[in-house]
């Protein structure tokens, strides 16, 4: 459970109180905060993503017919019977003050009046301890991939993570870092197993042929999709350079590894390198910058009839970074074989005539990102790569290549309470949906790395719920 000095969950005393004038212009109404200030009722908040549970109790005796709750935004409007002591309220706006006025009613006519601050920021606790628990499946990872493989099922991509058991926040058990895990989350049941070490005891969920040191050769997974009920997935070959600890990693090429369904078993001969052809060095530079198609991934067949692969292109990696995001698209039949790339204006068969998505140049797209479609349009979703700059941006298509407009900030990641501490690559779920929301995460991450044992929530994603219409309209 994420801890309460991240401020998910807040109990508050209210404060109250305003005076407000009257429109003959005689000066100050009567005071509905009267009594010498004492408050109609004492209020406390508790709060869970986008909802807030208020409770409070009566301080005096009133004559009233009923309470009525309201927030400043107008999203919620209770009407409560006169012995209420409690309620809910969602769809209140992140990362901002927003007042909950609890009124008193008497013939229809407020009589007395508490406002009570409320300010959350979206974190949704419980889906993160069903998704990512402290015990049984993937405990801390990033990348936070998901697939949704039908039955009521979807398969979670991580990056570096482990298992194990977390105590009180700590990780108490399972200290080997898995260079990708896959975990299975059961809509129906609310819990998750993961799929790691099927190879033996600490390897990953999958492990490159010919490869015994994982801390030398390694697969990071990209995005992934289901057809034809197989599922495929692009995992980023890495391998380890020379000389210091840390950063020291670098992109060789892309595989696509196939599964059957349900059982999720990897089809050995169906696993193959991508046909990228374009030259792609194992030392980036400015002029020759590496191309990772698999970063995004889109079955569209029964929309466009492709299925259509993405690339997040680095061409300034700095503190100011500047990137592009290009596009492949291919059928089933000529995934391992053949891709067609958008130039800009049409489709070509020469990977090196590839150019960036028009659209997106106003952020620098993540390493990581997401397209999928949503009421009929194509939503591209992308955390700023400026180091923990921490805004998610949405933007939204006709096409799965664009041209991309209607950029949205649709959240801003809040201060996560350690300065060692950063976000980066936020990721769509729209399989999870809810009153008109859908679930994205952002990884969460620590340049301190004892502190993944420690305090697990340095190595944990965020999950948060955006209301459609946030980016739709």
């Not at 419980?126 to 801390?140: C, H, K």
């Not at 196939?258 to 999720?264: A, E, I, S």
């Not at 990897?266 to 390198?273: C, G, M, T």
Request: hydrophobic share 35%; proline share 4%.
């Amino acid at each position: 459970m994420i801890r309460n000095e991240y401020g998910i969950f807040m109990t508050l005393v209210l404060t109250l109180a305003t005076l407000s004038c009257s429109s003959s212009g005689e000066g100050k109404r009567s005071n509905p905060f009267d009594d010498n200030g004492k408050p109609p009722v004492l209020a406390s908040y508790s709060s869970n993503a986008d909802t807030v549970f208020l409770n409070w109790e009566l301080q005096e005796t009133n004559d009233f017919d009923s309470y009525l709750v309201t927030d400043q935004f107008g999203k919620n409007k209770l009407e409560l019977d006169n012995d209420a002591t409690s309620c809910s309220i969602t769809h209140i706006p992140y990362n901002q003050n927003c007042k909950i006025s609890i009124g008193l009613v008497s013939n229809g006519e407020i009589i007395k009046r508490a406002d009570v601050i409320v300010n959350i920021n979206g974190f949704d606790s419980n889906i993160s301890s069903e998704i990512m628990p402290d015990e049984g499946s993937v405990t801390e990872g990033d990348g936070m991939y998901s697939i949704y493989l039908g039955n009521e099922k979807s398969l979670f991509l991580m990056g570096d993570s482990y298992t194990g058991r977390v105590y009180n926040g700590k990780r108490v058990s399972g200290n080997h870092m898995y260079r990708n895990s896959y975990s299975v989350f059961n809509h129906e049941t609310r819990s998750s197993y993961p799929m790691c070490n099927e190879k033996g005891a600490n390897t990953s969920a999958a492990v490159p042929d010919g490869v015994t040191d994982e801390s030398q050769k390694w697969y990071w997974p990209g995005h992934g999709f289901v057809a034809d009920n197989k599922l495929y997935i692009f995992q980023f070959l890495m391998f380890k350079g020379a000389g210091a600890e840390g950063w020291n990693f670098h992109y060789e090429k892309t595989h696509i590894l196939q599964y059957d369904l349900p059982n999720l078993n990897v089809i050995p001969e169906r696993s193959s390198e991508i046909p990228f052809s374009a030259t792609v060095p194992q030392t980036p530079s400015a002029e020759t910058p590496e191309i990772h198609f698999g970063a995004a991934a889109l079955n569209d067949i029964d929309n466009t009839g492709y299925l259509y692969i993405y690339a997040q292109v680095d061409i300034e990696n700095d503190i100011d970074p500047v990137t592009e995001a290009y596009v492949a698209r291919t059928t089933l039949n000529n995934l391992y074989t053949q891709w067609e790339y958008y130039n800009g204006s049409t489709w070509v068969t020469d990977g090196s005539s590839a150019k960036g998505m028009s659209g997106l140049s106003s952020v620098p797209i993540s390493s990581q990102f997401n397209v999928f479609r949503l009421n009929g349009k194509y939503v591209l979703i992308a955390q700023n790569k400026t180091f923990n700059n921490g805004e998610i941006y949405t933007f939204t298509s006709d096409s799965p290549w664009g041209p991309w407009g209607h950029k949205k900030l649709i959240y801003k990641v809040p201060d996560l309470g350690n300065n060692n501490w950063y976000s980066y690559n936020a990721m769509a779920h729209p399989q999870f949906e809810k009153s008109g929301m859908i679930l994205i995460t952002f990884n969460v991450n620590t340049s301190d790395f004892s502190e993944q044992s420690s305090n697990v929530e340095s190595y944990r994603p965020r999950f948060v719920w955006i209301d459609k219409s946030l980016i739709l309209n």
